[in-house]
């Protein structure tokens, strides 16, 4: 066989396996317990299900490993080995059933966030997924296959792990909901960040059936510029009349449904949840009339990401303007907050600029006296969680820099790297590992180019260097670096034609506007006509004040006249009551309020800095405890639940206000247990069921519920019905929350609610969540109640209350 990569380039589709638990349950895995673990000591079912599949028709199977890394296998167990015989099993099967067929090694989610969403080091993460793929690799695997993957931070971690390890090809497959991933990224981001961490294809599996899937799947194929995977369930689960968990749709209805995204684009197919061999033989004979369509994006695109925002620089879109203003030159407050490890100026100057319109923000902590490899990644966290615009990393500290990219989730942009002996051999392949695009000074030594011939031969020389290293194009940006025209005249022409030079070649380019004007009088007047040619001729961005209004304007008035601004539209929105020196950015922006003054804001915006001293100047002014409690901390959160639910807010976005609130609740909590009728607080048992060790979405849940007034006795995961049920009554609970991910653990609910029975405890209510739950699931198994996310479950618990 070619190896995997010639496979992904030879145009013709290729098929991944289906489902793997609901294969295993049917040959005798028992609800509860770790297919993982259940086959290592059942070797020759796990082989016959590989088998049957690429009889099927499959050209990949994939490896048993899913849950395979040390955060979720039982407690001393050989990862490498465990991954390094799953691996060699279905090696052994490819062989055994008599068809060719590639080894994907799955790679799964950890159930863990990293910081600052959740509590793992990046490097930690990056740790546990090079332990479970050197074992995968040692197995024999042909490529690795990071799935079902919720969060693109951990996706990426995913795949820098796998780069380390090995030079296989990697795909990259996220799970969707609603045309979102439970942290907040678009497919389009998704695609973006993969694409700058140089994935050989895309992919999503699981959450849903082939018709729901088909708005994702479109966004995928707009951006993608490889191949993209498309895994869908078998529909979404139900309850038959016997209690066992089944997917209804056929293998034909599947097929069927599932060959609309060859016909749309996607190269690779394959089933997630609830298929089996016989789906798998029904779509290869589905799509065996269909010639494979070539990627229908061939070009890249230079693109930023957050977590949940992407911003392209390119002629065809529109010139951006990256904020410069968290840089401590010229800022004595600043440079003296730094130094001391405070990050009030530079969080209140992020959001002077995210409310001026800004799409990207530039950071920039070097000041004498400050450790930026302590405080640049420290700040970038904040900024992470408290705003959703992609950054720029801004030092000269090649250290800190790497610093940064670790604790960046998507792709942030590095701020610069010059021909300076050794940069580039430094900073490049820490952009490529870590997919963050780079602007590319064209500097050599001490000597500035001021023609723009001599800043084109280095541009060209720095190219030839980057091409040499692997480095894909698509990561880099050129700052056509300003010179004052004061004391070079040919400065500003230079710039014009260097950035007439990178759009022929197809580099977009970035320039320190405010340097064009230094040492002469009326600089906005030569900043914004300088910047109103430089767009003409194809300048994509700007480093400068997005505060700034004849910038603005300008930049306003070049979209409507380059005809990137259809009908006006933007242009109209923006200036249709304008004055002179009035203007806003009208393009690529996100705004946002401005900092938090009151206790309802700073927990709306998730402000935790704030919160402490917001609720200690209501107590001075003489407000009641209970009344902060009731007036503003629960009308705060219950409105960050709105938000939620019009999908305004993320799930980032609703953990940091749910802390926030929690945070100020603390100054409280002494003051309201005063009064005795203060800690008479409805209780609530919380629980992952038994044999699930998934507790993201419980864990959430039970922070909302807090902040909500309800006593929750949390206890973990892995818990059995009895435990619950003893829990309830030992505490006098009268409402219980369960959660399960999994469809092989799900049926183990019903053990609580027939156990409540059992003792005669119907005056407890059971409320169930989690990702393959359903309404109908809940109605069957006699639970009282069904909550889709942590906002639904306030609702239902509290609907429970008014019941009595």
Not at 83 to 97: D, Y
Not at 533 to 562: D, R, Y
Not at 585 to 590: I, L, Q, T
Request: overall charge negative.
């Amino acid at each position: 066989m070619a190896d995997f990569r010639s496979a992904l380039s030879s145009g013709e589709f290729i098929f991944f396996d289906g489902a793997m638990g609901t294969m295993l349950q049917a040959r005798g895995l028992t609800a509860g317990v770790s297919p993982e673990v259940w086959c290592m000591s059942n070797p020759e079912v796990l082989q016959g299900v590989h088998c049957d599949y690429a009889r099927a028709g499959a050209t990949v199977l994939t490896t048993n490993t899913f849950g395979g890394t040390s955060f979720k296998l039982p407690e001393g167990m050989d990862v490498v080995g465990f991954n390094r015989e799953m691996a060699a099993a279905a090696k052994r099967a490819a062989v055994e059933s008599g068809r060719e067929a590639y080894v994907a090694g799955s790679v799964g989610p950890t159930g863990h966030f990293l910081r600052p969403l959740g509590d793992l080091e990046f490097s930690e993460l990056v740790d546990a997924y090079k332990e479970q793929i050197t074992g995968l690799v040692e197995g024999g695997i042909d490529l690795v296959l990071c799935e079902t993957h919720f969060d693109v931070a951990e996706l990426r971690a995913a795949v820098v792990a796998a780069r380390e390890v090995c030079d296989l090809p990697v795909g990259a497959s996220m799970t969707f909901e609603n045309g979102m991933s439970l942290t907040g990224s678009s497919p389009e981001v998704f695609v973006e960040t993969m694409l700058n961490m140089g994935v050989d294809f895309v992919a999503t599996n699981c959450s849903a059936g082939p018709e729901q899937m088909v708005s994702v799947v479109q966004e995928m194929l707009e951006f993608a510029t490889v191949p993209v995977l498309v895994m869908p369930n078998a529909g979404l689960p139900e309850l038959d009349e016997d209690g066992n968990t089944v997917f209804r749709l056929d293998p034909e209805s599947f097929a069927a449904q599932t060959k609309v995204f060859a016909e749309m684009g996607a190269r690779c197919l394959g089933g997630c949840c609830g298929t089996s061999p016989d789906h798998i033989a029904a779509l290869v004979a589905a799509v065996a009339d269909l010639k494979a369509k070539p990627v229908l994006r061939e070009s890249d695109c230079f693109c930023l990401t957050s977590r949940s925002q992407a911003v392209r620089f390119g002629f065809e879109h529109p010139a951006r303007i990256i904020g410069e203003r968290i840089n401590p030159t010229g800022k004595k407050q600043l440079i003296a907050e730094l130094q001391n490890g405070q990050l009030t100026s530079a969080l209140l100057f992020a959001q002077e600029q995210l409310d001026c319109g800004a799409p990207v923000l530039d950071v920039n902590v070097g000041a004498p006296m400050v450790d930026e490899t302590v405080i640049l990644p420290e700040l970038l966290g904040k900024l992470v969680s408290q705003f959703p615009i992609p950054l720029a990393i801004d030092s000269s500290n090649m250290d800190a820099v790497e610093a940064a990219l670790k604790i960046y989730p998507a792709s942030a942009l590095v701020n610069s790297i010059s021909g300076e002996e050794g940069r580039l051999e430094r900073l490049g392949p820490l952009c490529k590992k870590y997919g963050a695009p780079f602007i590319m000074l064209p500097l050599t030594g001490s000597k500035l180019p001021v023609s723009a011939k001599d800043r084109i031969a280095i541009i060209d020389s720095m190219l030839e260097k980057v091409d040499g290293m692997g480095i894909p194009r698509r990561l880099v940006i050129v700052d056509v670096l300003a010179l004052a025209v004061s004391s070079k005249p040919e400065a500003a022409l230079a710039c014009l034609e260097t950035v007439e030079y990178c759009t022929s070649i197809g580099l977009p380019t970035t320039i320190g506007l405010s340097n064009i004007s230094f040492g002469l009088p009326a600089r906005p007047l030569l900043n914004g006509t300088f910047l109103a040619m430089a767009v003409a001729k194809g300048l994509s961005s700007c480093i400068a004040h997005p505060g700034n209004p004849q910038i603005c304007e300008t930049l306003a008035a070049a979209e409507v006249l380059l005809g990137r601004d259809e009908n006006a539209a933007q242009f109209i929105a923006g200036f249709s009551e304008w004055k002179a020196g009035s203007g806003t950015v009208v393009a690529g922006g996100s705004v946002s309020s401005s900092a938090a003054t009151t206790v309802f804001e700073a927990v709306v915006k998730g402000d935790k800095d704030a919160i402490i001293a917001l609720v200690e100047k209501e107590l001075e002014k003489g407000l009641e405890p209970f009344a902060v409690v009731n007036e503003m901390l629960i009308p705060a959160i219950t409105e960050v639940g709105v938000k939620y639910e019009r999908k305004e807010y993320f799930l980032p976005q609703l953990l940091r206000s749910a802390e926030t609130m929690q945070h100020g609740f603390s100054l409280l909590r002494p003051l309201l247990e005063k009064d005795a009728a203060a800690t008479v607080r409805p209780k609530v048992i919380m629980a992952t069921v038994e044999g699930d060790i998934h507790d993201i979405g419980k864990n959430i849940v039970c922070l909302m519920l807090g902040n909500h007034g309800f006593d929750v006795v949390d206890l973990g995961k892995d818990v059995k019905a009895d435990t619950i049920v003893d829990a309830a009554a030992e505490h006098d609970a009268k409402i219980i929350g369960l959660s399960a991910l999994m469809t092989t653990t799900m049926v183990r609910m019903e053990d609580t609610v027939a156990l409540l029975k059992e003792r005669g405890m119907d005056d407890v209510k059971v409320m169930v969540g989690g990702a393959v739950v359903t309404a109908a699931f809940a109605e069957t198994i006699g639970a009282h109640g069904y909550s889709e996310d942590a906002v639904s479950a306030v609702r239902v618990a509290q609907s429970f209350l008014e019941e009595k």
